[in-house]
C-alpha cells in the first residue's frame, strides 16, 4: 500500500519508519515496502529509489523492520514505474491554452479558413454533447478525464524508448535496494502502470513489444533479466502481476497463465497476482483532479469493499490465482505463488494454502487495521484481531493522496505523545498492542 508518508522529494520520514515499524512488530515472513518510483523525477510524498542518495534511509528503513520484528520478516521494496498523467482541466483553460488545432478539427466544424481565436471561441459555446462529438478521442479524454500517457504513444520518442531506458532504471534500483540491505525486490507489472501497459492486451505497439503476447512479455523480462545481472543469482526477484485486467478488451487469467509460466521459465523467485485497478474504466474525477483507477469495476475488483455483488468482497482473487499456479505447475516450475485480495483471517488463509490454490498469502487492508493480527493469531489470540471492515475509509484516502489510515484506530487514543497527521486530526499509526 501507498501511505502518502514520504517526503515531496521522495525521502524517507518518521512516519516511514512508524509506518513500517508497527508491521514488523507482527513479524509477518514478508513485508512489502510501498510502490517505490525507479525514476528521479517529482512524484509527490511517494517513495522513490532513482538516485544514490535516497540509500540511507531506505538503509535505515531496513534495520528498523529488522529489529522490530525482531530478525523474522523479510523485507521487499515493490519498484515501479509509471507514466505521465495530468488533472482534468477546467473547459475552458483547456480549449485556449492546450487544445490543438488540427486541420481534422477544421473539417469537422466547417472552419478551414476561420483563425484559430475564432475557432476556439465557437468550441467554447458549444454544449459539452456537441463539443464531444467534433474532438477526436483523445483529445475528449484530454478535455474529460485529464491527458494521460500510454505505451502505445509511439509518436513520443521517450514513449517510444521505454524498452531501451527501463531495463537500465530497474536494474539499478534493485542494486540499490540490494545496497540499502533490504531483503528482496517485487517488480510491479501490475495495475494501471508501465510495465502492467506492455503486458495489457490494449498494447498494440508495433516494434515487437506489443500485439501477441510473446511480444508483450518481452520487455517486462528483458527487465527482470537486466534485474538479476545487476543483483546477482543469490538475490531475491519476483514480480507482482494482474490474475485478470477486469476491463473489456483487456487480458484474461489466460494471458495471466501464459505470463506466469514464461515468468517462472525465467527464474524469477515468486510471484505475486493482483487484479484489475485500471484507468481504462475509472469514473470522471472533478476538475482539477487526477483519474484514479480504482474507481471502476476493474478497481472495484482490485479492492472489492463491503457493498458487493453477490459473489461479495472475499477472495474473488483465488481460482484465478489457481489457475496460474497449475499453469505454472504443469510446466514443471515450483515457483512460489502468492495470492491477495480480501484475504482477511487465519481460517481463509489456512484454506487456501491447504486447498494448494496458492503457496503465500498476501495480506493489505486486514494489515492496515491491524499491523499485528499476525502475531495474535500465532500467539491463539485471534480473538483480540481488529478485523477490517471493507468500508474502504483508506482507499478514499489515497484516492486524495492524503496520509492513508484505518477508521477502525485513526482517532483511538489522541493524547499528546500521538503521532498525529497534518491536520492534526487522525494518529498516523495503530495503537500499540500490549503483548
Not at 508491521?23 to 517529482?42: F, H, N, Q, S
Not at 477544421?106 to 481565436?117: F, H, Q, S, T, V
Not at 483529445?139 to 527501463?166: F, K, N
Request: net charge negative; aromatic share 8%; hydrophobic share 35%.
Amino acid at each position: 500500500m501507498v501511505p502518502w508518508r514520504a517526503t515531496e522529494e521522495g525521502e524517507v520520514t518518521r512516519d516511514v519508519l512508524d509506518w513500517y515499524e508497527a508491521m514488523a512488530k507482527g513479524r509477518p515472513g514478508g513485508l512489502v515496502l510501498e510502490a517505490t518510483g525507479i525514476r528521479d523525477v517529482p512524484s509527490g510524498p511517494l517513495l522513490r529509489i532513482g538516485h544514490d542518495r535516497f540509500i540511507p534511509g531506505l538503509t535505515e528503513l531496513s534495520n528498523r523492520v529488522r529489529k522490530a520484528s525482531g530478525g523474522q520478516t523479510k523485507l521487499f521494496i515493490q519498484l515501479i514505474d509509471f507514466l505521465a498523467i495530468k488533472r482534468r482541466p477546467d473547459k475552458e483553460k483547456f480549449i485556449r491554452r492546450f487544445l490543438a488545432v488540427s486541420d481534422d478539427l477544421r473539417a469537422r466544424i466547417g472552419a478551414e479558413e476561420w483563425p484559430e481565436e475564432k475557432i476556439r471561441d465557437h468550441l467554447l459555446d458549444m454544449p459539452d454533447q456537441e463539443l464531444d462529438a467534433v474532438l477526436d478521442e483523445r483529445t475528449r479524454e484530454s478535455l474529460r478525464m485529464g491527458y494521460r500517457e500510454r505505451v502505445t504513444d509511439m509518436e513520443l520518442p521517450h514513449i517510444a524508448d521505454l524498452p531501451t531506458v527501463l531495463p537500465g532504471l530497474f536494474a539499478d534500483a534493485a542494486l540499490r535496494a540490494k545496497q540499502a540491505g533490504i531483503d528482496g525486490v517485487e517488480l510491479h507489472y501490475a495495475h494501471a502502470y508501465t510495465m502492467a501497459s506492455f503486458l495489457s492486451a490494449k498494447n498494440t505497439r508495433e516494434d515487437g513489444y506489443g500485439g501477441p503476447r510473446e511480444n508483450r512479455v518481452r520487455l517486462p523480462l528483458e527487465v527482470f533479466h537486466a534485474v538479476r545481472e545487476a543483483v546477482g543469482a543469490d538475490y531475491p526477484v519476483g514480480c507482482r502481476f494482474l490474475a485478470d485486467e477486469c476491463i473489456e478488451g483487456g487480458g484474461t487469467v489466460e494471458d495471466a497463465a501464459y505470463f506466469g509460466v514464461e515468468f517462472a521459465r525465467a527464474g524469477m523467485d515468486f510471484l505475486s497476482t493482483s487484479r484489475g485497478g485500471k484507468f481504462d474504466d475509472a469514473k470522471q474525477p472533478g476538475v482539477g483532479q487526477a483519474a484514479y483507477p480504482y474507481t471502476g469495476r476493474s478497481g472495484y475488483e482490485c479492492m472489492p469493499q463491503y457493498i458487493s455483488d453477490a459473489f461479495g468482497p472475499f477472495g474473488r482473487n483465488i481460482a484465478p490465482t489457481a489457475a496460474i499456479r497449475n499453469a505454472v505447475r504443469e510446466a514443471g516450475f515450483e515457483t512460489p505463488v502468492i495470492v491477495t485480495g480480501g484475504i482477511h483471517g487465519f481460517q481463509m488463509a489456512e484454506e487456501i494454502l491447504q486447498s494448494g490454490q496458492a503457496d503465500i498469502i498476501g495480506s493489505a487492508r486486514q494489515t492496515l487495521a491491524d499491523p499485528v493480527w499476525f502475531r495474535k493469531v500465532k500467539l491463539g489470540r485471534g480473538d483480540e484481531v481488529r478485523v477490517c471492515e471493507y468500508t474502504n475509509y483508506c482507499e478514499g484516502l489515497d484516492q486524495k493522496h492524503k496520509m492513508v489510515t484505518c477508521k477502525l484506530w485513526d482517532r483511538l487514543d489522541l493524547d499528546d505523545t500521538v503521532p498525529r497527521t497534518p491536520d492534526g486530526k487522525r494518529r498516523t499509526i495503530a495503537p500499540a498492542w500490549a503483548e
